[in-house]
């Protein structure tokens, strides 16, 4: 093409916009025809752009000035930039040319949608018409462009251009008017036009109608207008043609979704805790997404109805209207018809419900989309069939979406109507007739609303106009194909006897063709809504073509008012015009249930991945590989009986999981030979974890395990679904039919027991029920019993504690696999339904992987508990969006958990102190098909462990049932009355589900106060049960009726299945939510450790009957023995504080600087570290984590420090008065003492200058021994000598004066038995019995046995004498300790003697310690005494006995306690005669003095006599004071490193025993068993020992080293400083003897040496220099000093570790002698207890006339049904699982049931068989055989069990 020059550009406008005016008034037609549409940004307008010099839109008969000018030719620019006003197309006149401006930079995504609304606005045609323009600044370049634009499909590159914004350059724009021509030309020179004369009217209609769907009229998808066109031009267009991506880019900014199309929802965005939803008129728009999304998953069908708080002026609402400001006038008629201001068509309106659905559907991903989508099933709306992708316009089935559904109906045979069917299967899956319904055209009726009448008339299943919340705008909703089932119910008035599927085209049909052929395709009927009628109209040949199909055909005909005509077989015409809706909806359900009735296709879901043209969800590449990997597995069930399929693929889970369940549960009921039996059902459980490991490796568990550990994350959430998806429909067709004759007879059941019928045809029905229950049991099959069967294993290889080779079962990593689950929302198995037990290998492996991915998390345990049905898991799914399974009959089977998080917004509002919430949903109480007693202990058991768990419990009580509400209360009371018992203190709320009125106040507080009273009524009979005294039920626990009972309405609004969930049980849910999380913001919830053990402990106290004294809380253990560590080390601080401050006032006193200490003087001393260890306790309690637990044992905690504190002030204090006393005592030999001395001295002087350089060594000698002699004799003139004593004799004496022979005396002497008195194995010897009588203490006996005897008794006979004597014979097992033939004395009569024998010994020591022996010397007369105690106490103790002591008992008990306080006496008579024996003190003096008489001798200076006095006085002094400060600081480097003695009581009990296993001697074994406390002193003794000289000499000597450099350093200093001092005062001797003392005095005791003959020293330097010259050997020796020095001064590491490890509880367990391991000596109100009993035969026992031992453990016997005689002499037996009521010692022990046994124990009685044999006179033989079990257990075992066992 070439255009005519421009011949003058300059040449004055008007001439040329004068010739294109011209051309116009001769009507020249436009040789082309171009239409400008794009961004108006594109290019700037203005006088100098060729293309468009003007702003308006051009009619197609004026033609551009300025291209004229430029080409000479008649071109016709039509302008739709922006958003153009399809009014003004010309619609008669072809189009040549569309140029599609896009403006560089933006040219992709404004090409991509603007091609759309093209295409959607003129045809698909238009496409070889469009020229392409790429706009761009004059300084840029269009770089890349066409290679972007290539990427399109509809992009042709031949048709493209680029020019400059400003359109200015004519090179450009000839340019681009040539690439035209060549397109014109390529089309034939015909302009693009579809439109005809006939069609033009229709045609307007169409754009009008598709372009502005801001403009419709009505709210539903098809938004129909008047179908009465005029002519002219509308008054009440919109503005034009939207831009559909603007639209959908606009409305997901609106909603805040923008992101979301790429970055989707997932269900983790929801699946957690936030605050209750209530929809209300206060949701912002950009939350609008989220409220809809958590309304919808609450199931509230209003979350469609959701209204929006106006944020803006630019949003309208439909409820506000604008006010005229004008005023009533005469002429204001007018006025008020004007309507301008009706409406601001520039204003926004708010989003259209629908919009916001699709919107959400879009944004989410497609694990979202599920949820949503069942959801919105459940809440009985349309689900989304064929959805346009909004951005690309490729139409989708959302299959995927759909695979969840599980619909149930029953099904009325027409033939017979009796005869109803049950059907439950997957939606996707069922055949069903489908009846759809398009509209062709726009018309005034709402065709949704027609649809909603006839599936359910009450509620709105498609969305319509008339709904709530509606506007004019959607952009979502075109083409959209919905979908909704009618599900009969099997009643008489349901509208269609079997289940239809009903498909709702949005929109007009004639635009949406693709999914209008799907539709007609797949439907059995179609029903189309068309205007009128008539061939003019171009729904023609659609219509035309659903005539001549052989499918029936109902044409709703808008301006038709005639009745349904059939105008031949199958088809049907129905108006519409002046009918009511009801009456149309009648017509078409009996025209629908017509055709249907005859033979018709039918449609199914999963048919839609095989219509070509149809993108389905499935076939996505991830989705695929799930679903192969699924299909894989499920392949191997194809074709087998669903019942069989546990049986063969998954064994572990079956009958042998079952049977080790039953022998697990038979171990806590044993009777008879129990250890033995025991042994042997633990080999069974044995035998079956290897059989279950041998079939463990199937085929189905290799390939779900390989997938779990193959599959990354999103594939793996994939496959688990596929897994559930193809489970489900494998099991629906069995179970629907089971599940029916299930229903039915239930119904019976029911029927039955309201009538209270107890004939045996209720039980027959009952049975009956079980029969079909353990047959829907097996056919049950879900995913769930894969991971139980994922637990069986892992616990069965667990036990064998061996890992399997094979990779393809790598059983370990099982727990990390269900803890990645979990953490992502999936429910967990916590019980199993099936067996009624635990898994508590499992459960607790699993729960510490999840700590260790996540941390030990703070959780929320919220359990719920409540009648079967009662809708336990919907409530828990609406109120968390949880996933618990719902289904018919026992809708949970077990008890399952599930994990959620809490949202950091609900967190920080509320102040939550927990992260997690853990909620557990378990099966219902009142189970129909458990029958009696098995109900009734079934549901205590369940509740009780449901109730111990939760930090909060729902109880959940359905209907108004005053008998089913009283079972129910009665069982949830006594749980809470355990917790109670065992202190736990959950909370609860009492929800009342389905009830009628919840409206009336007054009716709700009757419930309330009946609720009070039948709660209080329930807690007094649950009290006598549990043995307590109550009250009422706030007394069990805190409990408001007012706060803490929530009123439920009833779950769904009408009858299912048709019927939709009520709004109001949506409201009460969120209004639940509301209270538990405001009571959840007062708990500091639990740490999942604490939960995992909390499992384990409730669990195996279940397992007892005795729940309370089973109960062991072992986190609570777990704390308490870290305090008990903690409470050791506070009490050493103040014990190391105290020794030390002991230690210095004893140097003061000895030194003569005190003569009295004062308790206020010692607590002043000690108030700095007690202050700090109180900081210190208050802190750790205050500790955060286990702050709830610390606070039971706080005050009693804190007053035993005070206690202690006290009493070390206490004993200090005595101590001190003691030696100051005895200082006292001493004080007249003292003073003689000093004058002894100073003669001494002052003769010494004399003698020798008198004898210097006269008398040579020997006679020196000699002259000093007679001075020496002559001052001894005047010190001791006329005082007694004081002499040794002698006991031996004493004792005899004492003992012939109290009346007994010197035979007997001396032969118990020389037989020395008395010295192990109180450890011989039996006191036989020592009995005369008074009479014969059958003295039994301990008789294990089975209840039916008691029973038997109890009914004999009732003859009164000697036969029941004689049987009964004969039965205890064979059956009782009696606890003795005598030899063979001494069987008159029972056990606890042996024992009695014992513990009479440890009391007296006691005692004596006590009191003969009162006696001042230290200070006054020995009597005899204490002995006597104690003899004469000794025969007191005797003789008490025989009045109260059946039989006498011979008197040899008597003297060796005299003995025995005379040996035990002979050391005490001895050693305090020795210091006694130190103390107060002149001539003893003299001869101890008599080397130092000779040796200062020799320095006199050789001439020395009074200063070196003087140093030398001082150096040997220092000498004595230093080595005292550096071995006591070196015992303390010994204990305390010991008491910190030394494992032995760092911990508490229980620490040192093991210690003891691995001491004694690795010794194997059994003479220390048995002195631990009688006197657990010697052999923990003697273990202390000899680790001490062992630590100060051969494991840590090292460390002791260093230790010993430094404190003789200090001593050193602290003298020195002292010589010094006192030098100095002297010097600056002038002062003589005595000042610098007092200064020197007075420096030393808390750390040296000096003893006093007198000036008065060296006062002659005036050179104190020289002093000083002497001092230290003789300082230097004492330095060299003692750092030499052994060890073993220590031994001779007061303060001794061991007995300072045994004051604070030994002051503790040594209370034994009366039936095995097991030690109490608590830290505390009075630990009251606390039971005592010890982590693991022994065997009865290490004490002796035996049964009863036999010599046969008893093997048995006590915590076997306390769980069996076994009986006792707690005494010696009672016939009356007490119940093992009773023994608290047996007596005192009996009732503070907590011996708690446990099936394992103590390897150690077990090893001792095996290795030692022989010896306790000797030792006890029995026999472990007959029925106190060994267990072959034991046998295997080797040393080494027996010490790691220690480990394991006493590591807490």
């Known amino acids: 093409m070439e255009c005519d020059p421009v011949e003058d550009p300059h040449e004055p406008q008007h001439s040329v916009t004068k010739s294109a005016s011209a051309a116009s008034n001769n009507t020249v037609m436009p040789e082309l025809t171009l239409l400008l549409t794009g961004d108006r940004n594109s290019i700037e307008i203005g006088t100098k752009n060729i293309l468009l010099n003007h702003d308006e839109q051009t009619n197609v008969e004026q033609f551009s000035a300025k291209l004229y000018d430029l080409c000479g030719r008649h071109i016709s620019v039509i302008n739709m930039l922006g958003h153009p006003n399809i009014d003004r197309v010309p619609l008669n006149q072809g189009i040549h040319a569309f140029l599609l401006l896009v403006p560089y930079g933006q040219h992709n995504s404004h090409y991509k949608s603007r091609v759309q609304w093209l295409e959607k606005t003129f045809g698909r045609g238009f496409l070889s018409y469009v020229m392409t323009v790429v706009t761009h600044e004059s300084n840029e370049k269009c770089e890349g462009a066409l290679a972007d634009l290539k990427a399109n499909s509809s992009f042709a590159e031949k048709r493209y251009h680029t020019c400059t914004r400003t359109m200015t350059d004519e090179k450009e724009i000839v340019s681009l008017l040539e690439k035209i021509d060549v397109m014109v030309s390529e089309n034939d020179h015909q302009s693009y036009s579809r439109l005809t004369s006939v069609q033009n009217k229709d045609q307007k209609e169409h754009l009008d109608h598709n372009s502005y769907k801001e403009e419709r009229v009505g709210t539903e998808e098809e938004m129909e207008i008047s179908t009465e066109v005029t002519s002219g031009p509308s008054e009440t267009k919109g503005k034009g043609t939207v831009d559909v991506e603007k639209e959908i880019e606009t409305l997901l900014s609106r909603l805040h979704l923008q992101d979301k199309l790429q970055q989707k929802l997932s269900p983790a965005d929801f699946l957690k805790i936030g605050p209750p939803v209530k929809p209300s008129n206060d949701t912002c728009e950009k939350e609008l997404a989220y409220t809809f999304l958590q309304t919808l998953l609450a199931l509230d069908y209003r979350a469609r109805h959701i209204l929006v708080k106006q944020e803006s002026p630019e949003v309208s609402h439909p409820q506000s209207a604008p006010v005229s400001d004008s005023t009533d006038t005469d002429d204001d008629l007018d006025e008020f018809f004007n309507t301008d201001e009706d409406s601001d068509q520039s204003k926004q309106t708010h989003a259209h419900p629908m919009d916001v659905q699709m919107a959400v559907f879009h944004c989410s991903d497609s694990f979202l989309k599920q949820d949503m989508v069942k959801k919105l099933s459940q809440c009985q709306y349309a689900l989304p069939l064929l959805v346009p992708d909004p951005v690309t316009m490729d139409i989708e089935c959302p299959l995927w979406t759909l695979r969840q559904i599980i619909k149930t109906w029953k099904v009325t045979e027409i033939k017979d109507k009796d005869t109803i069917t049950m059907k439950s299967m997957p939606i996707c899956k069922a055949e069903t007739p489908m009846v759809s319904f398009f509209r062709l055209g726009s018309l005034s009726q709402s065709k949704s609303h027609l649809m909603n009448s006839l599936i359910n008339d009450t509620h709105s299943t498609f969305f319509h106009r008339n709904c709530k919340g509606s506007t004019k705008s959607r952009h979502l909703m075109d083409g959209v194909a919905e979908i909704a089932w009618y599900f009969p119910a099997g009643n008489p008035n349901d509208s269609f006897t079997d289940c239809i599927a009903f498909c709702n085209l949005h929109g007009d049909a004639l635009m949406t063709e693709k999914q209008r052929e799907i539709l007609i395709d797949k439907s059995s009927v179609n029903v189309v809504f068309v205007p009128t009628l008539g061939r003019t109209q171009k729904s023609t040949a659609v219509l035309s073509a659903l005539h001549k199909s052989p499918k029936p055909l109902i044409i709703l005909v808008a301006d038709k008012d005639c009745g349904a005509v059939e105008k031949k077989p199958g088809k049907y015409i129905v108006g519409l015009k002046e009918r009511s809706q009801s009456d149309v909806a ?317 949202s950091e917004e609900i967190r920080n509002d509320l102040k939550l102190k927990f992260d997690y919430f853990l909620v557990v949903d378990t099966e219902g109480l009142r189970a129909l098909e458990l029958a009696g007693n098995t109900t009734t202990h079934h549901d205590n058991e369940l509740a009780t462990f449901v109730v111990g768990l939760g930090n909060m419990t729902l109880i959940n009580i359905f209907g108004e049932n005053p008998a089913e509400m009283q079972d129910v209360l009665q069982i949830v009371v006594q749980a809470f009355m355990r917790m109670k018992k065992v202190k736990l203190s959950p909370s609860c709320v009492f929800v009342h589900q389905n009830v009628s009125d919840i409206g009336a106040a007054e009716k709700n507080m009757d419930g309330k106060r009946r609720l009070q009273e039948k709660l209080d009524d329930m807690a007094q009979l649950a009290a006598k049960e549990e043995d307590c005294d109550v009250k009422c039920f706030s007394d069990v626990i805190a409990f408001d009726v007012q706060k803490d009972v929530k009123y439920f309405a009833q779950l769904w609004e009408g009858s299912p299945p048709m019927a939709p969930p009520n709004p109001r049980y949506s409201e009460n849910v969120q209004e639940l939510k509301h209270i538990i999380l405001s009571k959840a913001s007062q708990s500091s919830g639990i740490t999942l450790s604490y939960f995992k053990s909390k499992i384990q402990d409730l669990w195996n106290a279940l397992m007892n009957e005795q729940f309370v004294f089973s109960f062991k809380n072992t986190l609570e253990i777990a704390v308490y023995r870290k305090l008990e560590v903690q409470y050791a080390t506070w009490t050493w601080t103040l014990r190391s504080n105290m020794l030390t401050i002991e230690n210095q006032l004893y140097t003061r006193i000895e030194n003569g600087k005190l003569d009295r200490v004062e308790n206020s003087y010692l607590f002043t001393e000690m108030s700095k570290t007690f202050e700090e260890i109180k900081k210190d306790m208050n802190l750790y309690f205050e500790d955060k984590r286990d702050k709830d637990m610390l606070v039971q044992w706080r005050g009693r905690f804190e007053q035993k420090i005070k206690e202690f504190h006290e009493e070390q002030v206490k004993g200090v204090k005595k101590t001190l008065d003691e030696v100051i006393q005895q200082k006292k005592a001493r004080k007249e030999l003292d003073d003689k003492k000093t004058e002894f001395e100073n003669k001494l001295l002052q003769k010494s002087k004399e003698l020798a200058h008198s004898l210097k350089d006269k008398a040579k060594e020997e006679e020196l000698k000699s002259q000093f021994n007679t001075v020496w002699g002559e001052l001894v004799s005047e010190l001791s003139a006329g005082i007694k000598p004081i002499e040794d004593i002698n006991l031996e004799e004493d004792q005899k004496s004492v003992l012939n004066e109290l009346g007994f022979e010197w035979g007997l005396i001396k032969g118990c002497k020389d037989s020395n038995r008395y010295h192990v008195l109180s450890k011989v194995g039996h006191y036989s010897d020592y009995v005369n019995q008074k009479k014969q009588r059958d003295l039994s203490e301990e008789s294990h006996q089975s209840h039916e046995s008691k029973k038997e005897n109890k009914d004999t008794g009732k003859q009164g006979t000697n036969v029941f004498k004689s049987a009964f004597n004969y039965f205890k014979q064979v059956t009782g097992i009696v606890p003795t300790t005598q030899q063979k033939g001494s069987s008159d004395l029972s056990h606890e009569q042996h024992e009695q003697i014992r513990s009479f024998i440890s009391q007296v010994e006691q005692q004596s020591l006590k009191k003969i310690q009162t006696k001042p022996v230290a200070t006054r010397g020995y009597r005899s007369t204490y002995l006597q005494e104690m003899a004469q105690n000794v025969q007191t106490k005797v003789t008490e103790f025989e009045s109260q006995k059946p039989y006498a002591l011979r008197k040899e008992f008597t003297v060796d008990l005299s003995l025995y306690v ?120 003697y273990f202390i003794k000899d680790e001490v020992h062992k ?245 295997t257990h080797t040393k080494q075992q027996a010490i790691e069990s220690l480990d394991e066992t006493y590591s807490e």
């Open 1458 to 1577: 005379f040996d035990r306080a002979g050391r005490w006496l001895s050693q305090s008579h020795k210091t006694y005669r130190k103390n107060n024996d002149a001539r003893t003190y003299s001869e101890s003096k008599k080397d130092q003095y000779y040796s200062i008489f020799r320095s006199f001798w050789k001439g020395n200076s009074s200063a070196a006599v003087f140093g030398e006095m001082i150096c040997e006085n220092l000498k004595v002094s230093a080595v005292e004071a550096v071995c006591n400060k070196t015992a303390i600081d010994l204990t305390g480097e010991m008491r910190c490193s030394f494992p032995a003695f760092s911990g508490n009581r229980l620490n040192l009990e093991k210690h003891v025993l691995k001491s004694l296993a690795e010794k194997e001697d059994f003479k220390s074994f048995i002195t631990y068993i009688q006197d657990p406390r010697s052999q923990a002193e």
């Open 586 to 902: 009648e017509e078409l359900k009996m025209i629908i249930k017509k055709t249907l009735s005859g033979p018709h296709t039918s449609f199914q879901l999963e048919s839609m991945s095989k219509v070509s043209g149809v993108r389905v969800d499935e076939d996505d590449p991830v989705c695929q590989k799930g679903k192969s990997a699924a299909m894989e597995i499920l392949n191997l069930l194809q074709g087998m009986d669903i019942s069989k399929i546990k049986e063969k693929f998954l064994p572990c889970q079956g009958n042998l999981w079952h049977e080790w369940c039953r022998i697990k549960k038979e171990l806590y009921h044993l009777q008879g030979n129990i250890e033995k039996e025991k042994s042997q059902k633990e080999q069974e459980l044995t035998q079956i974890r290897q059989e279950q490991c041998s079939v463990s490796h199937t085929n189905l568990m290799k390939s779900f395990t390989e997938s779990l550990l193959s599959l990354p994350s999103t594939d793996k959430e994939y496959f688990l679904k596929w897994m559930q998806i193809l489970i489900d429909a494998l099991s629906t067709d069995d179970l629907a039919s089971i599940l029916q004759r299930y229903d039915e007879k239930w119904s019976e059941v029911v029927s039955l027991k309201n009538k209270h019928d107890k004939s045996p045809l209720l039980d027959r029905k009952q049975n009956e029920l079980e029969q079909i229950s353990k047959e829907l049991q097996s056919a049950t099959f879900g995913l769930e019993h894969i991971f139980r069967e994922m637990g069986q294993i892992y616990e069965a290889h667990k036990s064998q504690k061996k890992q399997t080779h094979n990779r393809q079962t790598d059983w370990s990593k099982y727990p990390e696999l269900a803890a990645d689950l979990m953490i992502s929302g999936h429910p967990m198995e916590l019980m199993d339904g099936d067996a009624g037990y635990a898994p508590l290998t499992w459960i607790s492996s699993v729960l510490e992987e999840v700590i260790r991915k996540l941390g030990d998390q703070t959780v929320f345990v919220l359990s719920v508990l409540g009648v079967q049905s009662s809708g336990k898991s919907t409530m828990l799914n609406a109120m968390f969006g949880l996933q618990f399974a719902v289904s018919a009959g026992r809708c949970t089977k077990g008890a399952f958990m599930q994990l959620i998080k809490v």
């Open 1587 to 1831: 630590y100060m000289f051969k494991e840590q000499s090292h460390k002791a000597k260093n230790i010993l080293k430094k404190n003789v450099d200090d001593i050193s350093e602290l003298v020195s200093q002292a010589l010094f400083t006192a030098t100095q001092e002297v010097k600056t005062q002038k002062g003589g001797t005595d000042m610098w003897m007092e200064q020197f003392s007075s420096l030393l005095k808390d750390k040296l005791t000096l003893d006093t040496i007198s000036c008065q003959n060296f006062r002659d020293i005036n050179n104190f330097d020289f002093l000083k220099e002497e001092i230290e010259k003789g300082l230097v050997p004492i330095k060299t020796e003692m750092s030499r000093l052994s060890l073993d020095k220590m031994k001779d001064f007061r303060l001794q590491p061991d007995q300072i570790l045994i004051d604070q490890l030994c002051r503790c509880c040594w209370v034994t367990c009366p039936f095995c002698a097991a030690v109490c391991t608590n830290t505390l000596e009075d630990h009251s109100p606390d039971d005592h207890n010890v982590p693991f009993h022994r065997s009865g035969s290490v004490k002796g026992f035996h049964y009863r006339n036999t010599v046969e031992m008893s093997v048995n453990f006590c915590t076997t016997d306390v769980a069996s049904d076994n009986s006792f005689y707690p005494d010696g002499v009672s016939e009356v037996s007490v119940p093992f699982k009773q023994y608290r009521t047996a007596g005192p010692r009996f009732a503070n022990w907590r011996i708690t049931p446990d099936e394992s046994k103590l390897t150690y124990w077990t090893w001792f009685v095996c290795r030692f068989q022989q010896e306790l044999e000797n030792y006890y006179g029995r026999k472990f033989e007959g029925r106190g055989e060994i267990p072959s079990q034991w046998r």
